[in-house]
């Protein structure tokens, strides 16, 4: 068959991968709460500004947060977002939301809150996250470094996971190495489509000023 790979290159992440082995094989815990933010600041393309094209700030960066949330605490079960254009209303062409939050609640009854804007420091891409899981609460400052409390037991001290991991190369090698040996890829296309269905709603909950059951 087709071996396909969709580019959710923070899913091979070394603090990522880590947490969520500990998550499947229970020494975490389940998960209860993740929150991740996307901040940026910049004028991008013509093409990225205009919604018709791009689908919004949600749809071509951020994405990539829904997509984290979905790979670390399963199945979604409802999603209720806003988004807003608050800063480049004077801009030309600018169509896409600037600040937005959304919460999306999963079918595990874990809580995610994802929040973006384009409006934050010039020159700077900032994504991170924090996971609470009921024996551990994970601080990232990016796919690749994270601390792990463990909060239930004797007190230990943190795990520290700090690497230079080129995840976005993991992505190729592990589709290469599908289509080797015939196994399956990390993001084949259909769980990708997971994803996008999942920021489709936030965008739909958006529009009608609801939340939306998944």
């Known amino acids: 068959g087709i071996k396909t790979q969709v580019g959710f290159m923070f899913r091979f992440g070394e603090a990522v991968e880590r947490l969520r082995d500990l998550i499947q094989s229970d020494e975490a815990g389940p998960v209860a709460l993740i929150s991740a933010r996307?901040?940026?600041?910049?004028?991008?393309?013509?093409w990225w500004r205009d919604r018709s094209r791009s689908g919004g700030q949600l749809f071509e960066q951020v994405i990539h947060m829904f997509d984290l949330l979905r790979f670390l605490a399963g199945d979604p079960a409802s999603v209720y977002s806003r988004q807003e254009n608050l800063f480049h209303q004077d801009v030309p062409g600018y169509t896409v939301e600037d600040v937005s939050a959304t919460v999306v609640s999963f079918k595990s009854k874990a809580l995610g809150v994802v929040y973006a804007t384009n409006n934050a420091i010039p020159g700077k891409w900032i994504n991170d996250y924090r996971v609470v899981a009921r024996h551990l609460t994970a601080d990232?400052?990016?796919?690749?470094?994270?601390?792990?409390?463990?909060?239930?037991?004797?007190?230990q001290p943190p795990m520290v996971i700090a690497s230079d991991r080129d995840f976005r190369l993991c992505v190729i090698e592990d589709w290469v190495r599908a289509i080797r040996t015939g196994g399956?890829?990390?993001?084949?296309?259909?769980?990708?489509?997971?994803s996008l269905d999942l920021v489709w709603a936030a965008v739909q909950s958006n529009n009608r000023r609801g939340e939306i059951e998944l």
């Open 38 to 46: 996307y901040f940026c600041n910049a004028l991008h393309a013509d």
């Open 140 to 155: 990232f400052a990016d796919a690749n470094h994270a601390t792990f409390h463990f909060t239930a037991g004797a007190e």
């Open 184 to 194: 399956e890829t990390r993001t084949p296309i259909r769980e990708g489509a997971k």
